[in-house]
């Protein structure tokens, strides 16, 4: 079975002076790859990946451009149209991503990039975007374990840090002490559970947790060194934001990784900073 607004493999099943026809199963008989998405080495019988959604005409159609978002998915998009309909975001395809003026959680404004989750209406069939976020998210139990690996999106700023979508389906926080260089809503990186709390919602870090987060910074600090000929200007009474500007971390978790490095006997601590041992 087919899916809109994804990424499907189907098979060619004809060729036309104005593109392929894709085979679409029983539902949707042929869908049709446009001439300006093929390529000469495309032939019937062949099988191709495309993206799937509906042109300016509601009709089904294939494309082999990458889009900026799949359905069922989050993800920030910018505005490049508003209008009685609502605003249209850009989403890499050719026709623009409708967000209906129900389904937006402040005004959007042309120019303006916003968090969304893209879904298919039950109704129209169409695809559209909101960003009403709460609807989507946690309606199943946070199943995570302390130290897990995760996706995070920055969908928020609030006063402890940030709010952060995990893995497309919860809400987490990140805390503004475990940030380390910039850091924008719709900014997409990895991270790790740090704690599941009793409310289901989850405390998410940059780095690991433990032990293994200290042997990722330590790795890091030597990295970092390599980089800049075996010497930082960097040791305990340095200013946290000099440490936090040069190594991404804080100045406790340098302290404990560089410790770690001098009794493995892989740096020497000297009074202006450390030195990796050859």
Not at 11 to 18: A, E, N, P
Not at 86 to 106: M, R
Not at 137 to 159: F, Q
């Amino acid at each position: 079975m087919i899916k809109i607004g994804t990424y499907n493999e189907l098979k060619i099943v004809k060729q036309v002076d104005f593109g392929l026809y894709l085979d679409g199963g029983y539902e949707e008989g042929e869908i049709l790859l446009p001439r300006r998405y093929t390529t000469d080495e495309m032939q019937v019988g062949d099988t191709v990946n495309v993206f799937l959604y509906f042109d300016s005409e509601d009709r089904l159609i294939a494309t082999t451009q990458r889009a900026k978002a799949e359905v069922n998915k989050f993800t920030s998009l910018k505005v490049v149209d508003v209008n009685r309909a609502g605003a249209f975001l850009d989403w890499g395809l050719p026709k623009d991503l409708l967000v209906p003026y129900n389904q937006q959680k402040i005004p959007m404004k042309e120019g303006y990039g916003y968090v969304v989750y893209v879904y298919q209406d039950d109704i129209s069939e169409r695809l559209v975007a909101s960003s009403k976020l709460d609807r989507f998210l946690d309606n199943e139990p946070a199943n995570y374990s302390v130290g897990d690996k995760v996706d995070i999106l920055i969908a928020d700023k609030t006063d402890l840090g940030f709010k952060a979508i995990i893995n497309d389906k919860h809400w987490g926080v990140l805390f503004e002490s475990e940030v380390f260089g910039e850091m924008g809503i719709g900014k997409h990186c990895k991270g790790y559970i740090k704690q599941v709390r009793e409310d289901g919602k989850l405390d998410v870090g940059l780095t690991k947790v433990g032990y293994a987060k200290v042997d990722a910074l330590a790795e890091r600090i030597v990295q970092s060194l390599k980089q800049n000929q075996g010497f930082l200007p960097l040791h305990d009474k340095s200013r946290p934001e000099q440490i936090a500007k040069i190594l991404k971390m804080s100045k406790a978790n340098f302290k404990k990784s560089i410790g770690q490095l001098y009794r493995k006997k892989l740096i020497s601590i000297e009074n202006d900073g450390i030195r990796i041992v050859e």
